[in-house]
Nanobody, 128 residues
Framework: QVQLVESGGGSVQAGGSLRLSCAAS????????FGWFRQAPGKEREGVGI????????DYADSAKGRFAISRDNAKNTVFLQMNSLKPEDTATYYC?????????????????????WGQGTQVTVTS
């Protein structure tokens, strides 16, 4: 069981930046990777990027490449999503997630993630 709590959302003008945080607790060592996903009204939840627990390597959706960066602080069990050069189309609820071998599959860029645990979400609004 993994518990995830996001924070850091808010409103920002286009071109601005936000950093989201995800505090993880519980059996986090059982997750091979963590990820960030987002969902806009009327749209399906989509993968933003994932970070692998073992080596901190990352994979990103095309929409995030060059603008977003995922990192992790192992000591604090916290995953971050740094978002730069934000666009209005980035407006969505952002969710932190943790992998599980029996979880649901989501495409992330050219790979994917099997997700078993979700945070409550944090709202990001980008104004033009």
């Amino acid at each position: 069981q993994v518990q995830l709590v996001e924070s850091g959302g808010g409103s920002v003008q286009a071109g601005g930046s936000l950093r989201l945080s995800c505090a993880a607790s519980g059996y986090t060592s059982g997750s091979s990777y963590f990820g960030w996903f987002r969902q806009a009204p009327g749209k399906e939840r989509e993968g933003v990027g994932i970070i692998y627990t073992r080596d901190h390597s990352t994979d990103y959706a095309d929409s995030a490449k060059g603008r977003f960066a995922i990192s992790r602080d192992n000591a604090k069990n916290t995953v971050f999503l740094q978002m730069n050069s934000l666009k209005p189309e980035d407006t969505a609820t952002y969710y932190c997630a943790a992998s599980h071998p029996f979880g649901s599959w989501y495409t992330v860029g050219q790979t994917g993630a099997r997700i078993g645990f979700w945070g409550q979400g944090t709202q990001v609004t980008v104004t033009s």
